[in-house]
């Protein structure tokens, strides 16, 4: 899997939107970019996942630039209750039973 | 509702004694996964499980076992052997035939060895 790299911490201000940088340098043709979030003390959750086009949901964006070595997840109008720590992990599409790598992600924190 | 349980919530054990964590799922989900969280880490994979009475050690699965009798329950035994069992262990799982790496959650357990 492709080795990824995220800030440790950021802030931003409630009702603004929320930009969640990360390099993925050696990224493969094949690889996705996902992105998953856990709130202190639960379990991680899925966001958004994309390939080389930008994706939206209804939690998210996903910014892949065109050589796919950077991604941003943008929280358009970020809460107090986005407040996580976010995780960006680079992995080959797979059927079930995949080994997801989990790094330290990037504590994003939501001010009022 | 469809969802991962995992219990107890909190669990306190001696130093020494085997302890057994409970992940129970009801999403008819093929593939199964137990991870462990230390302060301010990521996680690290213990075991995985693609199908019923099949499992393969992940990342971190020495003083671990796991037996998958049952397609909707994976338990984790912390053995005696494992140095430092005191964290934060989060069981998941995922669908058969999808094409990313969509993980469903339970609440977590955490573990306190005395």
């Known amino acids: 899997d492709a080795k990824t790299t995220q800030p440790t911490s950021m802030d931003c201000a409630e009702g603004r939107a929320a930009n969640l940088p990360c390099n993925h340098s050696t990224i493969s043709g094949n690889e996705y970019?996902?992105?998953?979030?856990?709130?202190?003390?639960?379990g991680p959750q899925y966001i958004i996942h994309g390939l080389k086009n930008n994706e939206t949901n209804e939690m998210a964006s996903l910014i892949i630039t065109e050589d796919r070595k950077s991604s941003t997840l943008i929280l358009p109008h970020a809460t107090l209750r986005d407040t996580a720590v976010y995780y960006c992990i680079v992995r080959v599409a797979e059927t079930s039973g995949s080994r997801l790598t989990f790094g330290e992600g990037t504590q994003l924190t939501v001010n009022p | 509702d469809g969802g991962i349980t995992q219990s107890p919530k909190y669990l306190f054990r001696k130093e020494g004694?085997?302890?057994?964590?409970?992940?129970?799922?009801?999403?008819?989900?093929?593939?199964?996964?137990?991870?462990?969280?230390?302060?301010?880490?990521?996680?690290?994979l213990i075991y995985y499980s693609q199908i019923v009475n099949d499992f393969q050690k992940g990342d971190i699965a020495e003083g671990y076992s796991v037996s998958r009798e049952k397609k909707?329950?994976?338990?984790?035994?912390?053995?005696s052997a494992q140095k430092n069992p005191t964290a934060f262990y989060l069981c998941a799982s995922s669908p058969p035939g999808t094409s990313f790496n969509e993980q469903?959650?339970?609440?977590?357990?955490?573990?306190?060895?005395?």
């Open chain 1, 33 to 42: 970019v996902y992105w998953y979030r856990q709130i202190h003390s639960q």
């Open chain 2, 17 to 44: 004694q085997n302890v057994t964590l409970s992940c129970e799922q009801n999403l008819n989900h093929d593939a199964m996964y137990w991870y462990r969280q230390d302060p301010g880490q990521g996680l690290r």
């Open chain 2, 72 to 79: 909707e329950s994976f338990p984790l035994t912390v053995t």
């Open chain 2, 104 to 114: 469903f959650f339970g609440p977590g357990t955490r573990l306190t060895v005395l």
